[in-house]
């Protein structure tokens, strides 16, 4: 018996160092100003304010590819750091672009390259990525999966970088959240109507680039060239990056249900 309770503490310890230490991120950005856990990546004359949720507007008079997206302040939101399943989703609460060719809402993971600051265009920049990304083609919303591993100044939403991808169709899409899950070297993409989730499992992912500082993205970017107007917008009503529950929390978990049983027996 005491030598159980011994464990148990132990296992409480562990518990709090890891659910201490976990990665954690589910934000609806309440209120006038960003969460501290996320900084402004503009890039040209993007813009994002907030007010009911997360807007972000990708006009940009100078670049064709327009880009507006936050950046987690916090470097380590790699699933491999993190360890076990982690998920990164986001939930489109308003979708309020005109233009109607390859116009995306995206949440992408980023290497820093060991710098401490992240710069416009890292998805471009950076030599490692993985990204899950909302297309709208032609009226048709398509929901992709890609990544990149030892590419800097590589442009990677595109077929030759893609591990899968899901027909969300036509129609509206707000409400709906899209989000992907990595666990190991393997990748699942799966969105939600409420009602419905689709998803598309079992895609390799590469792991040893991303054991090192990574970061998470959230953005639009229109690659049409065409003009956006500041009406020309994307809301996100939801933001989260959950990681699976602690070993520390299993392991405790484990030890009183032992726990239970031998009381159960004396009894």
Request: net charge neutral; charged share 10%.
């Amino acid at each position: 018996m005491k030598y159980i309770q011994k464990l148990m503490v132990v296992a409480v310890c562990l518990t709090i160092g890891s659910v201490t230490n976990a990665t954690f991120i589910s934000d609806n950005f309440p209120g006038t100003s960003l969460s501290s856990s996320w900084n402004w990546n503009h890039m040209g004359s993007c813009t994002g304010t907030v007010n009911s949720g997360l807007i972000l507007n990708p006009i940009d008079g100078s670049s064709g590819w327009r880009q507006s997206a936050i950046v987690s302040s916090d470097p380590s939101y790699s699933w491999v750091t993190i360890g076990g399943v982690v998920q990164y989703s986001f939930t489109v609460s308003d979708w309020s672009l005109t233009s109607n060719n390859n116009v995306a809402a995206r949440m992408y993971l980023s290497t820093t390259d060991g710098q401490a600051l992240p710069n416009p265009w890292d998805d471009y920049n950076n030599s490692n990525g993985v990204m899950a990304e909302l297309s709208l083609n032609n009226g048709h919303y398509y929901f992709n999966l890609f990544q990149k591993t030892g590419s800097p100044l590589t442009s990677y939403n595109n077929d030759t970088y893609k591990l899968g991808w899901l027909d969300v169709g036509v129609g509206s899409i707000e409400g709906y959240t899209f989000g992907f899950d990595l666990s190991n070297g393997t990748a699942r993409l799966w969105y939600s109507t409420g009602a419905q989730t689709f998803s598309s499992g079992g895609m390799a992912v590469a792991t040893a680039p991303f054991n090192q500082n990574t970061k998470v993205y959230v953005g639009v970017i229109n690659g049409t060239g065409g003009n956006l107007g500041p009406g020309d917008t994307v809301t996100f009503g939801n933001v989260t990056v959950i990681p699976e529950p602690a070993v520390g929390v299993m392991m405790l978990g484990g030890l009183y249900m032992i726990l239970r049983w031998r009381q159960r027996r004396k009894a």
